[in-house]
């Protein structure tokens, strides 16, 4: 099993190339953000909690998507390893994502980081709402969660530094040329 956690900012083309590397290795893909737009979908009352935070481009608070990710990823068949998109946001995500892999005999093998300027990631998350149809995707809600990303996300990046898994590739350039930079990363595990 070789578990990934693909890292950026919203924006940073996680999902794009989530759906590629599944294609090509088999992964399953966890996308925390799909999981809840899921449920907000359904009408549940998960989605309705769900929604007032997303809506304001705030994260869901940790008990409560540490919860929901572990019943997503045991939901899982699990073949080759499992891409975590949109999580961990915050530290206390990714100790409890690494306690939960742990009690279940695994780990995350690396950490892919999608780097990539905020003007640029702002220029395309506007673009992307004109067909997303997405409520956070417009310049208030993004400026919010681009703030978001800074002071509670960033500072992932120091914490799988620490762990020793953490691999920063340039998210910019060709779709396609961005991915054959992952697949080299991913082909040394
Ligand atoms: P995304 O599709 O990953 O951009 O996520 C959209 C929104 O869902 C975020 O702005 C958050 O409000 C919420 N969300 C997704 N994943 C998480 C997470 N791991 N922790 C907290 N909130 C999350």
């Not at 400026?143 to 691999?167: C, F, M, S």
């Amino acid at each position: 099993m070789k578990n990934l956690v693909i890292f950026g900012a919203p924006g940073s083309g996680k999902g794009t190339q989530s759906d590629l590397l599944v294609e090509k290795y088999g992964f399953d893909h966890i996308s925390t953000g799909d999981v809840l737009r899921a449920q907000i979908k359904a009408g549940t009352d998960l989605g309705k909690t769900a929604k007032q935070y997303i809506d304001q481009g705030q994260l869901i608070p940790d008990a409560l998507m540490v919860d929901i990710l572990a019943a997503t990823y045991d939901a899982l068949e699990k073949k080759v390893g499992v891409i975590f998109d949109g999580f961990p946001r915050t530290i206390p995500q990714a100790e409890a994502l690494k306690e939960m892999l742990s009690k279940r005999g695994t780990g995350v093998a690396a950490m892919l980081e999608l780097e990539v300027p905020d003007d640029m990631l702002m220029e395309r998350l506007i673009n992307r709402g004109k067909t997303s149809g997405r409520a956070d995707d417009n310049a208030e809600t993004i400026q919010k969660r681009l703030a978001v990303y800074h002071n509670q996300t960033a500072p992932l990046r120091d914490w799988y530094e620490a762990e020793g898994i953490r691999h920063a590739v340039p998210g910019f350039g060709s779709i396609e040329d961005i991915n054959a930079v992952l697949r080299a990363v991913i082909d040394t595990l």
